[in-house]
C-alpha cells in the first residue's frame, strides 16, 4: 500500500473511529470492532458515511460489537514477553486474552477469525488456534500504549516463545497471524 493511501485510510479510520463511538454510545472512540457470529452486539449494521474505512476495506456487517479502550482495559490484563523480529528482543505486551474478547462479543466457539488491521492486512486464524497459543490483544509495550503509526494501538500477537512449533520457525514467519493496528476481527462459525 502506497504511504499517502495509507495516510488517507488513518485519517478516515480516525473519522471513523469518532463516529462509532457515538454509534455504539461508548465512553470514548471504538478501537476495535467485532463481527460475525457473534452474540452480544452494542451497535448496528456498518454505516458506510460513518465507517468509511471500514467500507473503503470492503467490510460489511449487520450487527457488531465495538469496544473503546477503557472497556479493553478493564478486561484482566495478560502480560507475554516474546522475542519480537523487529529488533530480536523480547519485550513486555500486555492486553485482555482474545478469548476473553470473544467471550465478552458472544462469539462463537469454533470457526475462524479474520482479523483485520488498518493497512488492510488481514490474517486469518482458526479460533483454536486462538485460545491454544493464548492470543492477546496487545494494548502495552514495554508498559507504554502504543500509538496508531506504530505497532498499536492494538496488536492480537502471541508468546511464541513459548511454544516449540513456533519458536523452531525462522523469525520472520512467527507472528504472520498477529496484525499489528489491529481494528476488525470477523467471527466465521
Request: hydrophobic share 50%; net charge neutral.
Amino acid at each position: 500500500m502506497h504511504k499517502r493511501h495509507f495516510l488517507a485510510a488513518a485519517a478516515l479510520g480516525a473519522l471513523a473511529l469518532r463516529s462509532t463511538a457515538q454509534v455504539a454510545g461508548l465512553a470514548s472512540p471504538a478501537l476495535l470492532t467485532v463481527t460475525g457470529a457473534i452474540g452480544k452486539p452494542n451497535r448496528g449494521p456498518l454505516d458506510p458515511v460513518r465507517d468509511q474505512m471500514m467500507a473503503k476495506q470492503k467490510l460489511a456487517f449487520d450487527k457488531a460489537r465495538a469496544f473503546d479502550f477503557g472497556m479493553l482495559a478493564a478486561m484482566p490484563a495478560v502480560a507475554i514477553h516474546p522475542t519480537l523480529e523487529y529488533d530480536s528482543q523480547p519485550h513486555e505486551l500486555r492486553g485482555p486474552l482474545l478469548a476473553d474478547v470473544l467471550a465478552a462479543s458472544g462469539a462463537a466457539a469454533e470457526g475462524r477469525l479474520a482479523m483485520r488491521a488498518v493497512d488492510g492486512y488481514s490474517p486469518t486464524l482458526s479460533i483454536a488456534d486462538a485460545l491454544r497459543y493464548r492470543f492477546i490483544v496487545a494494548t502495552h509495550l514495554d508498559g507504554q500504549t502504543m500509538p496508531l503509526g506504530g505497532l498499536g494501538p492494538l496488536w492480537a500477537v502471541y508468546d511464541a516463545d513459548r511454544f516449540p512449533d513456533m519458536a523452531a520457525k525462522p523469525m520472520s514467519d512467527r507472528f504472520a497471524s498477529c496484525p499489528w493496528a489491529l481494528f476488525h476481527i470477523d467471527v466465521q462459525a
